[in-house]
């Protein structure tokens, strides 16, 4: 079956789907994303994940391609046409095609809106998780405002890169003074010695994961111990369980961090807890 990619305003066969050269996108990273997990047929955290590309349009200045209701008819198309149950849908904005030049362009040009979708095995989520991913760190090269969800993203390839190399699966941002930031693409977290499950307060070093955001919202009807605070590597080290969370990971445990055992280098309890009641507090739209 052929992938079916919506571009601008129509929906065509992914392997012709094409985008102009002078895309900024394409010359300057000049645009923003984001991934939306679908379950069993429906897109989780909608709401949330459109709050967010919303915001992330309106930090950079770039006008908004289409409603939240005419994107979220978009959406379900392309799941539709894809036969997508179990995977996630991509969704990218830039400032549009223009003659190249760094200062935006008149504002005629119209932004451009691409959205994909993709069908993963849930089962291989499922067996990372029971196994749990390993971890290396890299100092966080980014810029300051990484709370929005730009295309620009080459030290976090990079980053994924050297995770890959190193065996690992994941790689996580160490800030200049020795604390954990985030994931390449995730948020980082422990428990800590004490039980309370930590991790980075918002402001512009980290992204706001939506998976985080509902996370936190299970962590409070659970009754458990929230701190958003900053947490060094070498607290870290002594963490008594680490994990990641993001729309295509939920909540999957980290076993090691640069080669050392995180408690007794299993998947800790709580969470594989959190992982199996994510997608009951989750909001599901079909
Ligand atoms: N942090 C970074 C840098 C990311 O790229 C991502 C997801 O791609 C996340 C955190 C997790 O965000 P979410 O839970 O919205 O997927």
Same mark, same amino acid.
């Given at each position: 079956?052929?992938?079916?990619?919506?571009?601008?305003?129509?929906?065509? @066969?992914?392997?012709?789907?094409?985008?102009?050269?002078?895309?900024? +996108?394409?010359?300057?990273?000049?645009?923003?994303?984001?991934?939306?997990?679908?379950?069993?047929?429906?897109?989780?955290?909608?709401?949330?994940?459109?709050?967010?590309?919303?915001?992330?349009?309106?930090?950079?200045?770039?006008?908004?391609?289409?409603?939240? +209701?005419?994107?979220?008819?978009?959406? *379900?198309?392309?799941? !539709?046409?894809?036969?997508? !149950?179990?995977?996630?849908?991509?969704?990218?904005?830039? *400032?549009?095609?223009?003659?190249?030049?760094?200062?935006?362009?008149?504002?005629?040009?119209?932004?451009?809106?691409?959205?994909?979708?993709?069908?993963?095995?849930?089962?291989?989520?499922?067996?990372?998780? *029971?196994?749990?991913?390993?971890?290396?760190?890299?100092?966080?090269?980014? =810029?300051?405002?990484?709370?929005?969800?730009?295309?620009?993203?080459?030290?976090?390839?990079?980053?994924?890169?050297?995770?890959?190399?190193?065996?690992?699966?994941?790689? =996580?941002? @160490? %800030?200049? %003074?020795?604390?954990?930031?985030?994931?390449?693409?995730?948020?980082?977290?422990?428990?800590?010695?004490?039980?309370?499950?930590?991790?980075?307060?918002?402001?512009?070093?980290?992204?706001?994961?939506?998976?985080?955001?509902?996370?936190?919202?299970? @962590?409070?009807?659970?009754?458990?111990?929230?701190?958003?605070?900053?947490?060094?590597?070498?607290?870290?080290?002594?963490?008594?369980?680490?994990?990641?969370? +993001?729309?295509?990971?939920?909540?999957?445990?980290?076993?090691?961090?640069?080669?050392?055992?995180?408690?007794?280098?299993?998947?800790?309890?709580?969470?594989?807890?959190? *992982?199996?009641?994510?997608?009951?507090?989750?909001?599901?739209?079909?």
């Amino acid at each position: 079956m052929s992938r079916i990619a919506y571009v601008n305003g129509q929906y065509v @066969i992914q392997r012709d789907a094409n985008v102009s050269i002078q895309d900024r +996108g394409y010359q300057f990273g000049d645009g923003v994303y984001e991934v939306c997990e679908i379950f069993r047929g429906a897109l989780i955290d909608e709401a949330r994940h459109l709050d967010r590309l919303a915001r992330s349009l309106e930090e950079l200045r770039i006008g908004a391609p289409l409603g939240k +209701g005419a994107l979220g008819v978009v959406l *379900r198309e392309i799941i !539709a046409r894809n036969k997508v !149950a179990n995977g996630y849908v991509y969704i990218q904005v830039t *400032r549009g095609a223009a003659p190249r030049d760094h200062a935006f362009p008149p504002s005629s040009v119209r932004s451009s809106l691409i959205v994909t979708a993709r069908q993963i095995d849930p089962e291989k989520g499922e067996a990372a998780a *029971r196994k749990g991913i390993s971890v290396v760190t890299t100092p966080d090269l980014r =810029w300051k405002r990484v709370d929005i969800k730009t295309i620009s993203l080459i030290p976090n390839c990079l980053a994924r890169q050297a995770a890959k190399e190193g065996g690992a699966q994941e790689a =996580w941002f @160490i %800030d200049s %003074d020795g604390m954990v930031v985030e994931g390449a693409a995730s948020n980082a977290w422990i428990i800590d010695r004490s039980g309370a499950i930590v991790t980075r307060q918002l402001d512009s070093s980290v992204l706001r994961g939506i998976t985080r955001t509902t996370l936190i919202d299970i @962590i409070a009807a659970q009754g458990l111990t929230l701190e958003e605070r900053k947490f060094s590597l070498e607290e870290a080290f002594s963490a008594q369980e680490a994990f990641i969370t +993001g729309a295509t990971t939920l909540v999957t445990p980290v076993v090691t961090i640069d080669g050392r055992k995180i408690g007794d280098g299993a998947p800790g309890p709580l969470a594989q807890r959190l *992982r199996s009641i994510f997608h009951d507090t989750a909001a599901r739209t079909f």
